[in-house]
């Protein structure tokens, strides 16, 4: 385990962890690459505004002052061109859109030089120069204005950080005890998953088994953002590697099939194909590896599932060379990787990252998807014992927290890499997922992100923590609905990891409350949410206090890597609410599937058995005694009611 996560979870009070210590809106990297970009623009404002003080040709000045301001060209023409530039900057907008969401550097220069090029050349063929200085004045004043609005934003954005920040620096030693007073203890008992627990357990494992082709349930809309199949396939498994870690670790069967399968379906061409586009239009270029350079929003999201499928499960599935074939269907565009490929390419681009984090899109750099990326650099240490967190986790601090993070300590939700302009988009919901995501690496900054949120959000000082929840951050990022669903399931998450249960209670209530959770035989969903928020829900619901804490950074207990095991049971027959060894035994509780008549028979699959040995059964005061094989196997019916208890252990 790194020292990184030695952070003791009763120390309150603020640390180094906390607010960023400096002075500057922004951090250095991104201080540079705001001053090239002004630099940038200067010197193509001063190249365009050259053809109008040397009264060249109204073509040549068109074509200058469309470089000066996106648009600025059509004003040759006289003030009924003022629709041109308004067209030009409508495109221009959505061509911003297209660049943030898909990496598509060409759209904003297309749109700003086509427009150019369009003024340029309407104005061929015009014998009389357009007044040397009068479109110039108007293009000048507009960018003088514009300059004008971002200095005064910058302005009142640094006296908002600054004082925002006194402001938490302040309160903040109140709202750690106050956390620290609410919080509990982690479960240290067994776990069973309940009937509802269960229910949206069935739901999940009916996308995870159907065949790897197949998608049915899942949301399909785009492929660049929130929506896009690889994070609803991430999310799923996360929840089911939740269930095993911490209520099955003995059982095997549908569970490890399941999310066998999510894994497997990443690697089709419909989930990462996306890649080839951001590659080509974002970095020009036509080597689509899909965990090369850049991409954290697979290799680190995707590379938690491999990981945490390996730590519960033993599997090499994912570990051999080449066990993970992407292909576009031509031998040329086909990339081979594993588990330890997806790690390399994680610690590669951190350590070739002057900020250390790295982006996902080409040019964009989000720092949930880093979060994602160091908690899969955690899972691997766990999974294979290894410590590369080591190498990587305090760099990764010092540039999440200055470049990604104001002054104060809100997260940026995402900064691009060619210009550093950033955006602090769903600051709410940052805060929450934040926190949530954080803690197995750095659990101080949880605390203080969280404490945040419960004063400035959630407002739990004043009572009002159930108004907020009944009408919260609304939009479900994986249907694009306004739902509220994962914010709630979030902030139920993280309130159950960090221990924080009055604020998971009243998560709890909102989401049965406001997002009508319904059961058709047996599968249990919120309607209207999204897969991917029904997958968090779920893990949410299933989370005690530092579960996740644990999958991450944790191997499961010796007893239970090498005791005896259930590997398999009908999926449609019985559901495996607990399956725990200690090494000797097996503990089991079993309840039957909406499908299974109860009291009659399942099959049963144990392994990992002493060789040739006798053993008795006792399922709910019935003994069954059973021989093993010479693998250490055997099979044996159990009748399976609505809660059945077994435990199965060497006769004496």
Same mark, same amino acid.
């Not at 725990?580 to 028979?601: E, F, M, N």
């Given at each position: 385990m790194s020292s990184v996560i030695a952070d003791p979870m009763c120390e309150s009070g603020l640390d180094s962890h906390d607010l960023p210590q400096r002075s500057r809106l922004n951090g250095p990297v991104t201080r540079r690459r705001l001053r090239r970009t002004l630099m940038c623009y200067l010197s193509v404002a001063l190249l365009g505004l050259a053809p109008t003080a040397l009264g060249w040709s109204t073509t040549w000045q068109a074509a200058g002052l469309g470089l000066v301001v996106p648009g600025g060209g059509f004003l040759v023409f006289g003030w009924w061109a003022l629709a041109g530039l308004a067209v030009t900057l409508?495109?221009?907008?959505?061509?911003?859109v297209l660049w943030f969401a898909?990496?598509?550097?060409?759209a904003p220069l297309a749109s700003w030089l086509g427009a150019a090029a369009l003024a340029s050349a309407l104005a061929v063929g015009r014998d009389v120069p357009a007044p040397r200085f009068g479109p110039?004045?108007?293009?000048?004043?507009?960018?003088?204005?514009?300059?004008?609005?971002?200095?005064?934003?910058?302005?009142?954005?640094?006296h908002r950080?600054?004082?925002?920040?006194?402001?938490?620096?302040?309160?903040?030693?109140?709202?750690?005890?106050?956390?620290?007073?609410?919080?509990i203890a982690p479960d240290t008992e067994l776990r069973e998953l309940d009937d509802v627990e269960l229910g949206h357990v069935r739901w999940l494992l009916g996308l995870g088994l159907q065949p790897v082709d197949k998608f049915d349930g899942f949301d399909i809309i785009e492929q660049f953002q929130p929506s896009a199949l690889r994070y609803q396939l991430n999310h799923v498994q996360y929840a089911l590697a939740q269930v095993q870690r911490h209520y099955t670790p003995s059982f095997h069967g549908y569970l490890s099939t399941a999310q066998e399968r999510l894994i497997e379906k990443l690697t089709l061409p419909k989930v990462w194909s996306y890649w080839r586009l951001e590659r080509l239009w974002g970095r020009l270029s036509t080597d689509y590896d899909p965990a090369a350079r850049e991409n954290i929003m697979l290799t680190g999201w995707s590379g938690i599932c491999l990981n945490t499928f390996r730590a519960t499960t033993g599997s090499n599935r994912f570990v051999g060379p080449e066990s993970l074939l992407f292909s576009l269907g031509n031998p040329k565009k086909s990339y081979r990787h594993d588990t330890h490929s997806f790690?390399?390419?994680?610690?590669?681009?951190?350590?070739?990252?002057?900020?250390?984090?790295?982006?996902?899109?080409?040019?964009?750099?989000y720092s949930a998807c880093n979060i994602y990326g160091l908690l899969s650099v955690a899972s691997y240490d766990a999974?294979?014992?290894?410590?590369?967190?080591?190498?990587?986790?305090?760099?990764?601090?010092?540039?999440?927290?200055?470049?990604?993070?104001?002054?104060?300590?809100?997260?940026?939700g995402f900064r691009s890499d060619y210009t550093g302009i950033g955006f602090p988009a769903g600051t709410e919901l940052m805060f929450v997922l934040a926190a949530g995501w954080v803690a197995p690496v750095f659990p101080q900054l949880a605390r203080t992100l969280w404490a945040i949120a419960c004063r400035e959000i959630f407002k739990t000082n004043d009572g009002g923590l159930a108004d907020y929840l009944a009408k919260p951050f609304m939009l479900d990022s994986g249907n694009y609905r306004s739902t509220g669903l994962p914010f709630r399931a979030m902030t139920l998450l993280t309130a159950r990891e960090l221990g924080d249960l009055e604020v998971a209670d009243a998560a709890q209530r909102a989401l049965d409350r406001f997002n009508d959770p319904i059961e058709v035989q047996g599968q249990r969903r919120f309607q209207r949410g999204s897969t991917y928020a029904n997958a968090l829900a779920t893990q949410a619901l299933l989370t005690r206090p530092g579960d996740w804490t644990s999958l991450i950074t944790t191997s499961p207990p010796a007893g239970v890597r090498t005791g005896p095991l259930l590997e398999d049971v009908?999926?449609?027959?019985?559901?495996? !609410?607990? /399956?725990?060894?200690? #090494?000797?035994?097996? $503990? %089991?509780? &079993?309840?039957? !599937?909406? /499908?299974?008549?109860? #009291?009659?028979?399942? $099959? %049963?699959? &144990?392994?990992?058995?002493?060789?040739?040995s006798p053993y008795t059964a006792d399922a709910d005061g019935v003994r069954l005694e059973f021989n093993t094989d010479d693998a250490g196997r055997a099979a044996l019916p159990i009748p399976v009611r609505h809660r059945t208890t077994v435990r199965i252990a060497p006769t004496p």
């Open positions: 409508a495109v221009l907008a959505v061509s911003f898909t990496g598509n550097v060409i110039a004045a108007v293009v000048v004043s507009i960018a003088a204005s514009i300059a004008a609005l971002t200095i005064v934003s910058r302005v009142i954005a640094k950080a600054t004082r925002l920040r006194l402001e938490r620096t302040a309160y903040l030693p109140d709202e750690l005890g106050a956390l620290q007073r609410r919080v790690q390399a390419s994680l610690m590669r681009n951190f350590a070739d990252s002057p900020q250390t984090v790295f982006a996902c899109e080409p040019n964009w750099t999974a294979f014992g290894t410590t590369q967190l080591d190498e990587v986790a305090q760099p990764f601090l010092r540039g999440l927290r200055a470049e990604l993070m104001n002054m104060a300590g809100t997260p940026v009908p999926f449609e027959a019985a559901m495996v !609410a607990q /399956a725990i060894s200690d #090494g000797t035994d097996l $503990r %089991l509780v &079993l309840r039957a !599937a909406p /499908a299974h008549q109860p #009291g009659d028979a399942v $099959r %049963l699959t &144990l392994s990992r058995l002493r060789p040739r």
